[in-house]
């Protein structure tokens, strides 16, 4: 029997969202998640990228760490064409960041490929399952892969079932955009997540030690991120930890993030984390290949496509999170930060890393991990 939905109001969300499991995360997990998404770095370093700080040559994950990054998100996909991304990939990059100390996000995409607003494909192997045995898949596939990273000593600090699902997951079964924005469907989103955190709480050791997110994309649109978090709530979904997504090219100005940081928060009694973010340092390329950002309308008025622009933005972006009313801003992850071009790989990311084109650490990287203001680096008119 389907269940009725009816639009519950702001009380009735907050009630059904703090019935839920509110773990608080490990005592020795960060009080704020500065992260890095390094999920390309084993490939990137197959093609001899090389980076550096001023302490010298070092691996991008070290560097990152030694300036103020202390968590590390990696992606994982069910069985892509290349070997990166996969569970022996994301296993093999767990031990690195376990190695520095450093807290560790694992982000599901349940496909083969690239999971986001524009496609959720589900994996080839799970194509031709019904929809009973398409969740049961979601739950042994999710389950094992916690339980392999637990096995090595690894298990996730946080885990995201899903990867900016703002249209549903695991297509068409758990689609909810468009025509398939309806009750059903909005019912069968709600029984994979279940299954996907049933799997990850059945894969640990000590599941009380590790959150879940819930991840959606567009952190600047209010109205569409209580449409999408309502749908969940009214059904019960539980999980631990709102993630946004927040670039201004596609989401707007920074002050619409603020507003809607501080009424999520309020609003579903979660803690929010942006989950993705990225800003150009300049609009230059360094390879053949033509760059995501890379026209004046993909800027946030104010800050220029510069060294000291790029870290302007992220100075300001970071104050914002950390502001979010009852210290519920509780972390900020910049997107493929190291994502350079190299040896024989063009990367169309390449000009808005926190390295330059040779690969050197920016003063943005500071400014991610709250460590900079224009006072205190040196960023001259040459550098820019």
């Given at each position: 029997?389907?269940?009725?939905?009816?639009?519950?109001?702001?009380?009735?969300?907050?009630?059904?969202f703090g019935c839920a499991r509110t773990?608080?995360?490990?005592?020795?997990?960060?009080?704020?998640?500065?992260?890095?998404?390094?999920?390309?770095?084993?490939?990137?370093?197959?093609?001899?990228?090389?980076?550096?700080?001023?302490?010298?040559?070092?691996?991008?994950?070290?560097?990152?760490?030694?300036?103020?990054?202390?968590?590390?998100?990696?992606?994982?996909?069910?069985?892509?064409?290349?070997?990166?991304?996969?569970?022996?990939?994301?296993?093999?990059?767990?031990?690195?960041?376990?190695?520095?100390?450093?807290?560790?996000?694992?982000?599901?995409?349940?496909?083969?490929?690239?999971?986001?607003?524009?496609?959720?494909?589900?994996?080839?192997?799970?194509?031709?399952?019904?929809?009973?045995?398409?969740?049961?898949?979601?739950?042994?596939?999710?389950?094992?892969?916690v339980s392999t990273l637990d096995g090595?000593?690894?298990?996730?600090?946080?885990?995201?079932?899903?990867?900016?699902?703002?249209?549903?997951?695991?297509?068409?079964?758990?689609?909810?955009?468009?025509?398939?924005?309806?009750?059903?469907?909005?019912?069968?989103?709600?029984?994979?997540?279940?299954?996907?955190?049933?799997?990850?709480?059945?894969?640990?050791?000590?599941?009380?030690?590790?959150?879940?997110?819930?991840?959606?994309?567009?952190?600047?649109?209010?109205?569409?991120?209580?449409?999408?978090?309502?749908?969940?709530?009214?059904?019960?979904?539980?999980?631990?930890?709102?993630?946004?997504?927040?670039?201004?090219?596609?989401?707007?100005?920074?002050?619409?993030?603020?507003?809607?940081?501080?009424?999520?928060?309020?609003?579903?009694?979660?803690?929010?984390?942006?989950?993705?973010?990225?800003?150009?340092?300049?609009?230059?390329?360094?390879?053949?290949?033509?760059?995501?950002?890379?026209?004046?309308?993909?800027?946030?008025?104010?800050?220029?496509?510069?060294?000291?622009?790029?870290?302007?933005?992220?100075?300001?972006?970071?104050?914002?999170?950390?502001?979010?009313?009852?210290?519920?801003?509780?972390?900020?992850?910049?997107?493929?930060?190291?994502?350079?071009?190299?040896?024989?790989?063009?990367?169309?990311?390449?000009?808005?890393?926190?390295?330059?084109?040779?690969?050197?650490?920016?003063?943005?990287?500071?400014?991610?991990?709250?460590?900079?203001?224009?006072?205190?680096?040196?960023?001259?008119?040459?550098?820019?």
């Amino acid at each position: 029997m389907k269940r009725i939905v009816i639009l519950i109001p702001l009380l009735a969300a907050t009630l059904l969202f703090g019935c839920a499991r509110t773990s608080a995360p490990d005592s020795s997990a960060p009080e704020f998640l500065t992260g890095a998404d390094l999920s390309s770095l084993p490939q990137l370093e197959d093609h001899h990228a090389v980076f550096s700080d001023d302490q010298g040559t070092a691996d991008a994950m070290t560097i990152l760490h030694r300036h103020g990054f202390n968590s590390v998100r990696l992606k994982i996909w069910h069985t892509p064409e290349q070997p990166y991304n996969d569970l022996a990939g994301v296993a093999a990059m767990a031990k690195r960041a376990d190695a520095l100390g450093m807290h560790f996000l694992l982000d599901f995409h349940y496909s083969d490929w690239w999971a986001d607003p524009q496609k959720q494909y589900k994996p080839a192997a799970w194509d031709s399952l019904d929809f009973a045995k398409l969740v049961d898949s979601v739950y042994a596939y999710t389950r094992a892969v916690v339980s392999t990273l637990d096995g090595q000593g690894t298990p996730p600090d946080m885990v995201q079932t899903g990867n900016e699902i703002r249209p549903g997951m695991l297509w068409p079964d758990g689609r909810v955009d468009g025509d398939y924005d309806t009750a059903e469907q909005w019912d069968n989103l709600a029984e994979l997540l279940a299954a996907a955190r049933k799997g990850v709480y059945d894969g640990l050791s000590n599941p009380d030690a590790t959150r879940l997110m819930i991840h959606f994309d567009n952190g600047g649109n209010n109205a569409i991120c209580r449409k999408f978090y309502d749908s969940l709530a009214v059904r019960e979904t539980e999980f631990d930890v709102i993630g946004l997504s927040f670039y201004p090219k596609w989401h707007g100005r920074l002050d619409s993030l603020e507003a809607n940081l501080a009424d999520l928060t309020q609003r579903y009694n979660k803690d929010v984390i942006v989950v993705e973010a990225a800003y150009p340092f300049t609009m230059g390329w360094n390879d053949d290949q033509g760059n995501i950002w890379g026209m004046p309308e993909d800027l946030h008025e104010g800050y220029e496509p510069t060294i000291a622009g790029q870290a302007a933005y992220f100075a300001g972006l970071r104050r914002i999170v950390e502001s979010v009313p009852n210290h519920r801003g509780i972390g900020l992850y910049y997107w493929e930060p190291a994502l350079t071009s190299a040896d024989a790989y063009n990367s169309p990311w390449e000009n808005a890393c926190l390295f330059d084109f040779d690969g050197v650490a920016l003063p943005a990287m500071d400014a991610f991990a709250g460590r900079w203001t224009p006072e205190n680096q040196r960023i001259t008119s040459e550098a820019d």
